[in-house]
């Protein structure tokens, strides 16, 4: 194996909507577990995770696979019209007061999204995998688009700049940095002709 090989598996657009996923999922178990102030925190966390997820498949993800992958039409009209329902859920949240209205309405919203990323872990991202679509270049603009918005994202900044801190972004920069390694390496391959 060379250092090719595992960059590349660093940066797969798949493996990083994977990680979003598991991390939304784990906030929303915890969600349950929590004590009433905590809760808060944990909604206003997994809302700005959702948003952000679902910015990096709208903008770059499914418009590739969308080009690329063929017969996907009816699987992301499904997954565009799950995004537009947790959006609506998303919008009243952020509107009403945190209280037991609140709480049931984020675990329909849980209960939407993870019934989405499910149909993606399971049928989409397999079709992606299996075309012909460059998931690793992909995965590099997925991950610099990220680190962008996290930006502008309070929660998910306070969570980076918690406990995790350092991991996340570390965690991000070295997909980013991998994918420049896997460039350049590539670069290089074509100047040396392999
Ligand atoms: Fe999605
Ligand atoms: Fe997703």
């Not at 399971?122 to 688009?145: C, V, Y």
């Amino acid at each position: 194996m060379n250092g090719k090989t595992s960059t590349v598996e660093a940066i797969s657009a798949t493996d990083l909507l994977r990680g979003d996923h598991r991390r939304i999922k784990e906030l929303f178990r915890d969600f349950e577990s929590v004590d009433r102030e905590t809760k808060n925190y944990i909604a206003r966390t997994a809302i700005e995770e959702i948003e952000l997820h679902t910015l990096l498949e709208e903008k770059l993800f499914y418009p590739a696979v969308e080009r690329e992958v063929e017969g996907c039409e009816e699987i992301l009209s499904d997954s565009r019209e799950a995004h537009h329902i947790a959006k609506l859920i998303i919008a009243e949240l952020k509107v009403i007061p945190f209280g037991d209205r609140y709480h049931a309405k984020f675990e329909k919203l849980a209960d939407t999204v993870t019934d989405h990323v499910d149909e993606e872990e399971d049928k989409l991202f397999p079709m992606a995998e299996k075309s012909d679509l460059d998931l690793h270049q992909l995965g590099l603009e997925m991950a610099h688009l990220k680190m962008r918005a996290v930006a502008h994202r309070p929660y998910l900044r306070e969570r980076f700049r918690g406990a995790g801190k350092t991991a996340a972004f570390i965690a991000l920069g070295t997909v980013v940095l991998a994918g420049l390694g896997w460039l350049a390496a590539s670069r290089r391959e074509e100047l040396v002709g392999r």
